[in-house]
């Protein structure tokens, strides 16, 4: 009975351990395999690309990187370049240049790529989640509020238009909380 304390002790360290080292693991992977992407994206001249296709491509793995002025660059050329293209790329495309300058804190100018890309596809719940978010940070909660209404319109089972819905509901509940104890009433 008593050796059994510390083999459970020592299975439950290395159990753990485990566990650690494949999320570890898994990380520095996904890590190096978007390092290994946006090098290979550089070094074929993406940047200097007259294919939007490639200027998007170069764009998302600067995103993934976090690289938002970079992607803000990229993007816009991949705007520019957009030809013969169906909308949805110009969405897409919209979609992520608005990503990219909301993530700088340039909500008005992500405001305007996001409500482009809704002009380009009408049901993108993607787009309308992102700038339902940019009128948040901009304090239009009203605003926001309705587009988090059509986002579940179109797919009821959004898992982010939900979730800030009850955010925006809960925050008018105890504001209007605290007006009423503030008048006393």
Do not use: C, W
Not at 96 to 119: T, V, W
Not at 156 to 169: D, F, R
């Amino acid at each position: 009975m008593p050796s059994s304390l510390p083999q459970t002790y020592l299975v439950i360290l290395t159990s753990i351990l485990l566990i650690l080292a494949i999320v570890v693991g898994r990380q520095v992977l996904k890590v190096r395999r978007n390092e290994i992407n946006l090098a290979k994206l550089e070094k074929s001249g993406a940047i200097d690309s007259s294919k939007s296709e490639n200027l998007y491509e170069l764009g998302s793995a600067q995103l993934k990187k976090r690289l938002y002025p970079q992607a803000t660059i990229s993007l816009k050329k991949a705007l520019k370049q957009i030809t013969d293209e169906p909308s949805e790329a110009k969405a897409i495309i919209e979609n992520a240049l608005g990503f990219s300058l909301a993530a700088q804190d340039k909500f008005n100018e992500a405001i305007k790529h996001y409500k482009n890309a809704i002009r380009e596809k009408n049901d993108y719940p993607v787009a309308m989640n992102n700038l339902a978010f940019a009128k948040q940070k901009l304090l239009q909660e009203d605003e926001a509020y309705d587009l988090y209404k059509e986002v579940l319109e179109i797919d009821p089972n959004n898992k982010t238009a939900i979730k800030q819905l009850g955010k925006l509901n809960k925050r008018k509940k105890s504001s209007s909380e605290n007006i009423i104890y503030k008048k006393g009433f």
